[in-house]
């Protein structure tokens, strides 16, 4: 099966120009600014861009957390992804403390295999390190594919490292060829602020927001950066909200280390003033919380300076009635937002529509640098022959509202309910298949593969 597209704005991370794309067996088979080709299917694309399919490093599919389990599934998830323009998704194993790194993948696997839309990876969060574990991070580097370690510096008892552990676990990830990632927020002391705010009888969603101020962000990012320095391992900061945070990744650029920065879409386009609505602030409680309109402002200006790399979800959704475990108690409400079919047209909407970013940046943010630096290039990621056909045909000039009413996220409301977004991704391709087309799926769960990926690329040495 070929498929011709035809005049449309091929948009990559480092160009842009009318052209003509052929897709044979999945892969990118020819791309000119001027032959045609024959195809089997032959789509006229004038008028709108050819962009990579995106590529989601941080969702949470199905996760048990906070006594619950994040609402999407691997089905509803990854469909809701492909709607977005989202072809590849990276999610998060946690290791229960006491277990091995085997048996947590094999419980991700149980519920994810055969029913993903889309194509899907893993992370693999250490919850516990110990000798047995380091033989497990080798074996997963080597034969898994799995080379990102994701780690916690806050939700103790559950999730959280300590540094000792941490510093243990980046030495034994630097030496053979993987990354660490850490959510860096200072546990101890959000924990000290949500026990001083509730023996005050300060229990609504406004007191997670005050319980977990910038400093907690940026005291744990920086000795992150100090402890992955002195570990040599190449080092990824998820989620970062503001300033104090990014600057701990400009102050390593003077050692000549590198750490890589995500922010995520509700970080770009929200604020924290939603935490003042009452307990329906509840909808947006999620660590790190919303910040102010300064630091939107700050990660704007950070991704154009190329120290936060990545735009992300942190998909991580619950139903309100989940939600409502935290009526009487903000500390019992579960951490997360939906947000997975949204970031594509967000990005765009409020980035490269308003002026904020070049739309070479935003697929640079999208995709090209998360294959890049999560080992799923030159396969993914980018407009190049030979790449996998993971392609979006987005019309820049449609406009549209967000609704729970329309979304395909298994959530009952919607973070941005009536938000009137410039931008719609139309039809998506995924290894060369038409999975999306004008709204309607066209593929069944279980045409997601799993995606083995490489050592890390971008090590100095
Ligand atoms: O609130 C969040 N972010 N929930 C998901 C877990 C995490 O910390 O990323
Ligand atoms: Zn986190
Ligand atoms: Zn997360």
Redesign the pocket.
């Known amino acids: 099966m070929k498929t011709l597209i035809k005049n449309a704005t091929i948009v990559t991370s480092t160009a842009e120009y009318t052209g003509n794309l052929l897709i044979a067996d999945g892969k990118i088979q020819a791309i000119s600014k001027d032959a045609s080709y024959d195809a089997d299917e032959t789509i006229d694309a004038e008028g709108k861009w050819l962009m990579p399919g995106a590529i989601d490093p941080?969702v949470?599919l199905e996760?048990p957390?906070m006594g619950t389990y994040s609402s999407d599934d691997y089905a509803s998830g990854t469909l809701a992804a492909l709607h977005g323009g989202t072809t590849t998704v990276i999610d998060f194993i946690l290791q229960t403390q006491g277990d091995t790194l085997a048996n947590a993948l094999k419980s991700w696997r149980s519920r994810s295999d055969d029913r993903c839309y889309c194509d899907y990876s893993f992370h693999m969060a250490v919850t516990d390190f110990n000798d047995n574990v380091a033989e497990e991070v080798k074996h997963f580097i080597e034969n898994e594919g799995i080379t990102s370690f994701k780690t916690?510096m806050?939700?103790k008892g559950a999730l959280m490292l300590d540094d000792g552990q941490m510093t243990a676990l980046m030495k034994v990830v630097s030496k053979n060829g993987g990354m660490v990632t850490v959510?860096a927020t200072n546990g101890d002391v959000i924990d000290n602020l949500i026990a001083k705010h509730k023996s005050e009888g300060k229990l609504a969603p406004l007191y997670h927001y005050l319980s977990q101020p910038e400093v907690t962000e940026a005291e744990a990012s920086s000795r992150f950066c100090d402890l992955a320095h002195y570990a040599d391992v190449p080092a990824y900061i998820?989620?970062m909200t503001c300033e104090g945070a990014v600057e701990a990744i400009r102050k390593s650029y003077h050692r000549n280390q590198i750490v890589q920065g995500e922010t995520c879409i509700q970080y770009l386009s929200l604020d924290a003033s939603l935490y003042e609505k009452n307990f329906e602030g509840a909808k947006w409680?999620?660590?790190?919380p919303l910040r102010e309109k300064k630091d939107q402002e700050y990660l704007w200006s950070a991704i154009n300076q190329g120290i936060i790399n990545v735009v992300a979800t942190?998909h991580?959704p619950f139903t309100w009635e989940k939600k409502l475990l935290g009526k009487d108690d903000f500390s019992k409400i579960p951490?997360?937002?939906p947000a997975i079919e949204h970031r594509v047209e967000l990005l765009y909407s409020e980035g490269v529509a308003k002026g904020k970013i070049s739309k070479q940046k935003m697929v640079e943010v999208l995709s090209t640098n998360p294959a890049r630096i999560f080992g799923l290039a030159p396969q993914k990621g980018d407009i190049a022959i030979g790449a996998d056909a993971d392609l979006v045909i987005f019309n820049p000039n449609k406009k549209h509202t967000l609704s729970a009413k329309t979304h395909h996220m298994n959530v009952d409301y919607s973070c941005y309910e009536g938000w009137e977004v410039t931008g719609k991704c139309e039809t998506v391709f995924l290894r060369g298949k038409k999975v999306i087309d004008k709204g309607e799926a066209l593929i069944k769960p279980g045409f997601g593969e799993y995606q083995k990926r490489s050592k890390v690329s971008w090590k100095r040495s």
């Open positions: 941080h949470h996760m957390f916690f806050a939700y959510h998820v989620h409680v999620m660590s790190p942190d991580c951490n997360g937002h």
